[in-house]
Every structure is written in C-alpha cells, then in structure tokens.
C-alpha cells in the first residue's frame, strides 16, 4: 500500500507518451519501463494515486507488450487490492479480472497496479493530489488514474464515468481522458454504480496517444474528414478562466482553417443535467441498498443518494428515461450538421483543496446520450490545465479520436 502523502510540492510532473512506447523496442520499453518506476518511487509520496502499487508480470506478446497500466480500483484486476474506494471493503483483493483488465493482458500490458477511487465512484474524495499543484483536486471518481498518467507513472490508465468521473478529471490534470459509445466496452467485473450510465474509459497523455491506443486495440480511427465543428454557444455558466481559455482555443483552430458553427445546446444542458441525477438516484439506490441497510455511516454523501433514490417513484425514473431518448434522437440530426461537437470539459481548473472532486455537469448530458467523449489539454500557459470536451455522434469514435488529434495539431502549431 501507499505511504503516507506528504504536503511538499513533488518534481514536475511530466507524463508519458505512449506512442513513444509503441515505436520502442523490448529494449526501449524496458528502459521507458525502469523510468516510470522511478516517476512513481519520487513522486508518490506525495501524489497517493496508487491503492496498490505491485507491478504483474507481462502477459507476453502484442501489441501493448510491456507497457505498463494502472486499473482503476473499482475494476477487478486479479491479486490485487480492489477495495471500491471504501472501507467497507478494506483489505479486499480481487480473485478474478474484469473483462476490460483480461482484454488488456492479452494485448500484453503489464498491470503495475490498481488507482484510488472515490467511494464506489461517488463523491467521497480520495487522498490522491493533482501532479499539476497537490494543493488541488485530481477531480473524480478516476482520481488515481488521471494523476498517475499525468504524473508520468504510467502512460495508460483505465477509468470509468457515470457522470463525469474520466473526462473531468483529465481536464482538471491535464490529460486526454476518452470514454467510448455507451456498452462498446465491456463493464463486466466493473462495480456498478448506474448501469445504464457506467462506461469504461482510458487515460494518455495526449489525443494523439489515444489514437494510437484505440488503433493498437484493433478499432479503427477515420482518416480526417473536411466537416464542420459545432461549438457550444452561448457558453453554460463556467468560470471566466474556462471561458477565456475556451475561446482563445476555438480562435486558434480558425485560425488554422477549421470551419466552426455555433450550436446552442442549453435546453439539452439543462434536461439532461437533471435526467442524469434522476437516474443516478435511482440506479444507484438499487445497487447499494445492501451498503445503505448495513454500513449507512460509512457511505457518506453516497448514502444521502441512496435515502433519495429508495424513495424515489418508478414514474419519475422512467420520465427521465424518456427525456435522455428523445435527446438522442434530436442530437443525431446535429451531428449530422456538425459531426463533432466541442465543449468546455469542465465548469475551470481543478478547485483547491482535496474536499471536493469537481462538477460533472459538462460531461453528464454526453454520458447520458452514450455518445463518444473525449477531453484534450488545451493552450494555458503556466495555469492549472483545462479541457476541451469533443463528441460525436453513438459509434463514431474513430471520427472524434482522428478529430480530437487534428485539433491538438493546430493549436500546437
């Protein structure tokens, strides 16, 4: 287990990109390998991202041979410590993978070890400290994840969102978190939270290593097609530095010959905002009513959902259901206009302080709408990171990935 987090800022933080381990040879990975453990043997002192760090042997051959991932702790992942962010379940080792975790060894990743989670992916923070500036949240429910590759620990990591829990902390430490369509990935193994909700995403350091990550995967990513973005407009109420980075952003990408279109989505924003913590309540309330009946205190705010949601009527739940479908059939027609839409990936830069994660509201209508999302580190300067949000329409991840890397190119320029 971890040692005991420390309050001094750590060394700079400097993640690594995968597609430099994917042009390595067994060699060069090895080496790539020995400095990632050196990363996390300085750095996790005082970044805790870690529930246990206890590296596997590599599974051999593939394409992912030798690289090394951190799993989420409410993923099983066979021999060690998966406890689901609680201490209800202190001490626990998971016997068996998840079904994500046994697709990844057989690409032949390397599990260095499972990453703290908020409590059964809710709000209960973690201990885990943002790489950027530890006086500052990671964001949540993937904490560990999101910090261990910015952190350059590892240059893969998996999470899950069921609101915002992949791309808001991405945005908050400055990496490229990436949640595909809603059940592409299996969540077999994955504790749930809101099945209809729960989906399986990743961490890299950039969109250009999600790209290559996707296609190592045996997915395809489409080669760049000349179509119109949609950017959100007016912009929802986020804080005057994610507003001024957002726009400075866009400016820079019509600057380098995209072609932009507003596209106002409040109605959308404000609908499925509240659809969302419906069906949050009342998924969750079924999941955890065990954990409500016997371990009440020790639930934290998870508990005051799980109160909510049991005394939730059915009608409401299914009200909500509603409202999400008819969305996805409105934004189907927008994405067909405007193939891919962009977004603040959250509300501004990770808060100060570790007693909060962060607001999912940016990210919660897209996982509703089980669409592809992704969050990608735009142009701060020497400021806390800030993500742009780009989805496309439900199985069209090739698109946003090959996207999201054309964006990343032109405001690197």
Same mark, same amino acid.
């Given at each position: ?31 790539? @390998? ?21 590296? $596997? ?38 016997? /068996?993978?998840?079904?994500?975790? $046994? $697709? ?11 990453? !703290? ?22 964001? @949540? ?33 400055? +990496? ?11 969540? /077999? ?10 989906? +399986? ?8 290593? %999600? ?6 995967? @045996? ?56 659809? +969302? ?12 009513? !065990?954990?409500? !009946? ?14 909510? @949601? ?23 027609? $927008? ?26 509201? %940016? ?22 990171? %800030? ?17 999201? +890397? ?8």
């Amino acid at each position: 287990m971890s040692p005991e987090p420390s309050s001094s800022r750590p060394p700079e933080a400097r993640p690594s990109r995968l597609i430099d381990w994917l042009a390595a040879d067994p060699a060069g990975r090895s080496a790539l @390998g020995a400095a990632c453990r050196t990363r996390i043997h300085e750095l996790e002192p005082t970044l805790q991202a870690w529930q246990q760090f206890a590296p $596997q042997a590599a599974s051999g051959g593939g394409p992912l041979a030798g690289i090394p991932v951190g799993v989420k702790e409410i993923i099983e992942t066979r021999g060690l410590a998966t406890e689901y962010g609680s201490p209800i379940y202190h001490g626990r080792i998971a016997t /068996e993978d998840a079904a994500i975790v $046994q $697709q990844l060894r057989q690409a032949g990743a390397q599990i260095f070890g499972t990453t !703290r989670s908020t409590a059964f992916a809710y709000f209960t923070p973690t201990i885990t400290r943002n790489p950027r500036n530890p006086a500052h949240t990671p964001g @949540g429910s993937s904490s560990g994840s999101a910090a261990a590759v910015a952190a350059g620990m590892v240059p893969l990591a998996l999470g899950t969102q069921t609101a915002g829990s992949v791309l808001r902390p991405a945005s908050f430490c400055g +990496v490229t978190g990436f949640k595909p369509s809603f059940g592409l990935l299996p969540t /077999e193994g994955v504790y749930p939270f809101a099945p209809s909700l729960d989906t +399986v995403g990743f961490f890299t350091a950039t969109a250009a290593d %999600m790209a290559a990550l996707w296609s190592a995967l @045996g997915w395809s990513v489409e080669e760049p097609a000349d179509f119109v973005f949609g950017a959100v407009s007016p912009l929802p109420n986020v804080e005057p530095a994610m507003a001024a980075v957002f726009n400075a952003t866009l400016d820079r990408c019509r600057r380098a010959g995209l072609r932009i279109e507003p596209v106002d989505l409040r109605t959308m924003q404000s609908t499925l905002e509240a659809a +969302v913590r419906t069906v949050m309540q009342y998924e969750a309330a079924r999941i955890h009513e !065990r954990h409500f !009946r016997d371990h009440r205190e020790q639930l934290g705010p998870l508990g005051d959902l799980v109160a909510i @949601g049991l005394a939730m009527p059915a009608e409401k739940y299914e009200s909500a259901r509603r409202d999400i479908a008819e969305w996805k059939l409105h934004l189907a027609a $927008q994405f067909r206009a405007t193939p891919v839409i962009l977004t603040p990936a959250s509300l501004g830069p990770a808060p100060v302080g570790l007693g909060a994660t962060g607001d999912p509201r %940016m990210n919660a209508p897209w996982t509703a709408l089980g669409t592809p999302a992704i969050s990608v580190p735009m142009p701060v300067g020497d400021g806390m990171p %800030m993500g742009l949000q780009m989805t496309a329409d439900v199985g069209h991840e090739g698109r946003l990935l090959r996207a999201a +890397v054309a964006l990343e190119a032109a405001w690197s320029d």
